[in-house]
Structure formats: structure tokens, C-alpha cells
């Protein structure tokens, strides 16, 4: 996965703090789904299974089909940790050229 891609998402995830049309929220729910998505399919073919889990979790969280709804504070609690979370990653679901 491009750095560049990994990178917008955690930022995205990061700005999504702010009080933001909803269009915002719908937007960044479609990019973390692909981006946590790849993440862990990458992580199950590279032998991380754990970490594919947990992508594999937030992708189930993160899903613009079905919408999982919590107060807005547990939702920026939410998009902090994912976002240091797939920083803390990046290296590892990153594409090795």
C-alpha cells in the first residue's frame, strides 16, 4: 500500500476531531474500510495474523454499509487510536519496493 495512502488516512482520521459535515464522516468511513482492509490482507499474507485481526476489526468498524453509531466522543476516541495505530503500522503494510 503507497506510504502516501497510509498517511491520508491517519490524517483523515485525525481532522475527523473536528465538527464536520457529515458527508466528511461518510468519506472517511469509505477510505479507512479500504485502507484497514488492505492493511489486513497484506498482514495475513506477510504472517501477521494478529494485526490482521484487529485490521480486519476496524474494518467491520469503520464499514459505510452497515453503520455502527456511537456518541461523538467515543468516536474521536476511536479515530485517535486508529490513527496512531496505523501509523505505528505503516512500515509494516507499506509496499516494499
Known amino acids: 500500500m503507497p506510504l502516501l495512502l497510509i498517511n491520508v488516512a491517519a490524517a483523515m482520521l485525525f481532522i475527523a476531531v ?3 459535515p ?4 461518510m468519506l ?3 477510505v479507512a474500510t479500504v485502507v484497514f482492509a ?3 490482507y497484506l498482514s495475513y499474507n506477510r504472517g501477521k495474523q ?3 485481526v484487529l485490521l480486519g476489526l476496524l474494518v467491520l468498524l469503520y464499514n459505510p454499509i452497515i453503520l455502527i453509531t456511537f456518541s461523538k466522543i467515543i ?3 476511536i479515530n485517535i487510536c486508529s490513527a496512531i ?3 505505528g503500522i505503516r512500515a509494516e503494510i ?3 519496493a
Request: zero cysteines; a positive charge; proline letters at 4%.
Open 18 to 20: 473536528l465538527p464536520l
Open 75 to 77: 468516536w474521536t476516541i
Open 50 to 52: 494478529n494485526q490482521a
Open 94 to 96: 507499506q509496499d516494499k
Open 85 to 87: 495505530y496505523l501509523l
Open 22 to 25: 457529515y458527508g466528511y464522516y
Open 38 to 40: 488492505w492493511g489486513a
Open 28 to 30: 472517511l468511513r469509505l
